[in-house]
């Protein structure tokens, strides 16, 4: 038993069909960053946001922030499935996530929900950038990214309802 345990420490017999590029892996890392840091947006803005309207909020609040967690263990295992490290660690997520900041302490709840729809688009955004390369090389993770794609961008225009009013507000990518 010692001879096949010590032999498992120096031999790796497993030929996986498939290992992810370093494109790919940065692609999802970046996604994974993204994920994270709107998972950590999501509860900052959970404990903080006050208001007009503010349980509605809290508690969509708390629905974005596991959808965000859900979705960043997804990637996160997806990652290690095609042979890819994932790091969400604090200072990388700081250091690498390309959503704008939370603003620290208390925030209105319509500042709070330009913020958080902010942040979900983002996050959608990176999805949308990386998908085309994604489904080259790897079909079965793109369908990860529409899956994330769909539920962030369903979260964010339940969220930006909000904000809107009938009739006289429309999205800024919206003509008239």
Known sequence: MTQM???????????PAFRASAQ???????LLVDITDLHLQGKQAHWNVVGKNFRDLHLQLDEIVDAARAFGDDVAERM?????????RAATVGHQSSLPAFPAGEVDT???VDLVVGALYGVSATARRIHDDVDAEDPTTADLLHTIIERIEQLAWMVDA???TAGASVPENIAP
């Open 5 to 15: 345990t010590d032999r498992h420490k120096t031999v790796h017999s497993s030929h």
């Open 24 to 30: 790919l892996a940065t692609h999802l890392q970046q």
């Open 80 to 88: 290690r499935a095609v042979y890819v490290t994932p790091d969400a």
């Open 110 to 112: 319509a500042v709070t």
């Open 162 to 164: 909000e904000n809107r």
